[in-house]
């Protein structure tokens, strides 16, 4: 089973766009089978599902962050990509990279440990 | 916007049974997942398609559906089950992951 390892800023400021990266390890990102998925939790809240990207690059997104958020795939370097632009404080937040089953009823499993980045100036 | 409700807390004794629900509108046309998040760790699926463990899952853990409600049930509960559990589908008019409020299990 794949190994999901998020690496990025871990502090932006308000205004600014949060890029975060997912290195994906022990299979291969450009299968079929599977999306590679973003989730966020605010500190001491629960989970917000962001958005995720398929091998063609096809995305799916939250309708509420949509206008903000582009994730994108690297299947050269195995690993994909969030940026979400015009951060506020209420962006701040653990944020967990996944795999989600392509399918129609998708399963998000596994998660990556999860980072945390806040925003503030 | 689609709403998976979950109640906030829930207190078991232990060698109990706790009962988490999850309640939406069409639910029951729905495919419901269940993740289990111990403190300071990532989440990690504990039942899926509405009634299927995971792989490592203790046959104690069980989900099943009944109308708009699903409900996550974990039989003889131990202190090791202390944690916050979310539902999850998926939302076909709309295309995204809905995840539930999280419901925080405390083992008296």
């Known amino acids: 089973q794949e190994q999901l390892q998020e690496s990025g800023p871990g502090l932006v400021k308000p205004s600014e766009t949060l890029s975060l990266t997912c290195n994906v390890s022990g299979g291969s990102i450009d299968s079929r089978s599977y999306y590679w998925g973003w989730i966020r939790q605010p500190p001491g809240k629960g989970l917000e599902w962001i958005g995720s990207?398929?091998?063609?690059?096809?995305?799916y997104y939250n309708p509420s962050l949509k206008s903000r958020v582009t994730i994108s795939i690297d299947t050269s370097k195995n690993q994909f990509s969030l940026k979400l632009n015009s951060v506020t404080a209420e962006d701040t937040a653990l944020y967990f990279c996944?795999?989600?089953?392509?399918?129609?009823?998708?399963?998000?499993?596994?998660w990556g440990q999860g980072t945390l980045v806040t925003v503030s100036s | 916007s689609y709403v998976l409700t979950q109640p906030p807390s829930l207190s078991v004794p232990p060698g109990q049974t706790a009962r988490i629900t999850c309640g939406g509108d069409?639910?029951?046309?729905?495919?419901v997942h269940w993740y289990r998040q111990k403190p300071g760790q990532a989440p990690v699926l504990v039942v899926s398609?509405?009634?299927d463990r995971a792989s490592g899952i203790p046959e104690r853990f069980s989900g099943s559906k009944s109308g708009n409600t699903a409900t996550l049930t974990i039989s003889w509960v131990e202190a090791g089950d202390e944690a916050d559990y979310y539902c999850?589908?998926?939302?076909?008019?709309?295309?995204?992951?809905?995840f539930g409020g999280g419901t925080k299990l405390t083992v008296l």
């Open positions: 990207v398929y091998y063609s690059g096809y995305t």
């Open positions: 398609d509405d009634r």
């Open positions: 999850q589908v998926w939302e076909s008019s709309s295309e995204y992951v809905v």
């Open positions: 069409f639910l029951e046309s729905k495919i």
């Open positions: 996944a795999r989600q089953t392509a399918v129609a009823h998708t399963v998000v499993s596994p």
